[in-house]
């Protein structure tokens, strides 16, 4: 049996697709899912990188006695135990804390390794040798072959991204378009942000709560997502583009910008 283990710093797993996040686009962690096992019963212990890797390595919490620093002598090392027994360990990593003065001595328990350069200032970055474009559009042959897609929807829906509209064109479509082609306006700001004003017209979906509400909100019609500067409101796109809504746009700079303009916001 072989076994690859991907361990990655630094993410909160509520931000992920594939644990449930339905408003972050994170295609390539979705990828990755769909061709793994998902750990969904996992909880942070020892923190942050090398205590994490020590309690790894050990089966058993360090932060009890110990902060960061290196595997101790008296350690059990699960990687050293395997090559001990004539299992082929093998770490490929980019983190170099691995071997600064300190955190050192972790790639050792391992039968062989590889350190690629690149991360936190460190040498030379992979960007030199690696073909970006071409493994990605390998992955997505691999996909396509496979059947594979997201459960958020077809990437396909979000991959060329969302037009923005300034507050200026948006006033004006407001003004000049009548019945259909009236834009509908979806706030995806927090209750407290709405109750302290909104854009006149607008409906109010949270972020977190918008696909559950997407049903709700014509979709034959054009929809602009705004938030309070213009980056939440991107993610609202996302969500009702992979929900099949064809024409999204963003308010950019949010309902800030909207007010900086000179322009009208409302209170219920």
């Known amino acids: 049996m072989k076994a690859i283990m991907v361990m990655f710093d630094s993410l909160n797993r509520h931000m992920l697709a594939p644990y449930g996040c339905g408003w972050t686009h994170t295609p390539n962690f979705q990828r990755l899912a769909q061709h793994t096992v998902v750990f969904d019963r996992n909880y ?7 205590p994490a890797r020590r309690d790894l390595h050990t089966g058993r919490p360090g932060f009890l006695h110990r902060g960061w620093g290196p595997l101790e002598p008296f350690d059990d090392s699960m990687p050293a135990i395997l090559k001990n027994n004539g299992v082929h360990s093998h770490l490929v990593t980019d983190h170099y804390h691995y071997f600064e003065c300190g955190g050192a001595n972790y790639h050792t328990q391992y039968a062989t390794w590889e350190f690629v350069r690149g991360q936190e200032g460190v040498g030379y970055g992979v960007g030199e040798y690696e073909d970006i474009e071409r493994l990605r559009a390998e992955a997505r042959a691999q996909d396509e072959a496979e059947g594979n897609t997201t459960d958020e929807g077809d990437l396909a829906a979000i991959e060329d991204g969302t037009p923005e509209i300034s507050a200026e064109d948006l006033r004006v479509m407001l003004e000049i378009e009548e019945g259909e082609d009236l834009p509908i306006l979806v706030d995806v700001r927090e209750d407290t942000e709405w109750s302290g004003g909104h854009l006149p017209g607008a409906v109010h979906y949270r972020l977190g709560a ?14 602009v997502t705004y938030c309070h500067s213009g980056m939440r409101s991107i993610d609202g ?7 099949g809504f064809p024409r999204v746009m ?3 700079g949010g309902i800030v910008a909207w007010q900086e303009a000179g322009n009208e916001v409302v209170t219920d």
Not at 44 to 50: A, E, N
């Open 210 to 223: 918008l696909e559950d509400h997407a049903a709700d909100i014509d979709r034959n019609r054009i929809v």
């Open 44 to 50: 942070i212990c020892s923190m942050p990188c090398m």
């Open 250 to 252: 963003s308010l950019a």
């Open 237 to 243: 796109s996302y969500v009702l583009k992979r929900a």
